[in-house]
Nanobody
Framework: QVRLVESGGALVQAGGSLTLSCEAH????????MGWYRQAPGNARELVAN???????EYADSVKGRFTISRDYAKNAVYLQMNSLKPEDTAVYYC???????????????WGQGTQVTVSS
């Protein structure tokens, strides 16, 4: 079995900070691009940030300068440091791996279960 397990979601006041974590569990051989997406009620799921195996990163314009994505290749993990949080950052945050090789084969466009981030004003 392979899973992406997220943690770190919480209720925080505007201006505060949170760090989200996501780790691939299972017998993992390699993971491609990892990213964070979010979905607020009534809205489509949107890209927040992603990080390629090279370390190259991409951010949504709305989070540039406030959020930082990083990964730990040894742990098959990805993190999202979120600073200066705003109420509009409130959403369920999902971890994604575009490709994952594990003992059972390959997974593509693989998702975690999501973690709730709520920013109060």
């Amino acid at each position: 079995q392979v899973r992406l397990v997220e943690s770190g979601g919480a209720l925080v006041q505007a201006g505060g900070s949170l760090t989200l974590s996501c780790e691939a569990h299972g017998t993992i051989f390699s993971v491609g691009t990892m990213g964070w997406y979010r979905q607020a009620p009534g809205n489509a799921r949107e890209l927040v940030a992603n990080i390629q195996t090279s370390g190259a990163t991409e951010y949504a314009d709305s989070v540039k300068g406030r959020f930082t994505i990083s990964r730990d290749y040894a742990k098959n993990a990805v993190y999202l440091q979120m600073n200066s949080l705003k109420p509009e950052d409130t959403a369920v945050y999902y971890c994604n791996a575009n490709r994952l090789a594990w003992a059972g084969g390959y997974e593509f466009d693989f998702w975690g279960q999501g973690t709730q981030v709520t920013v109060s004003s």
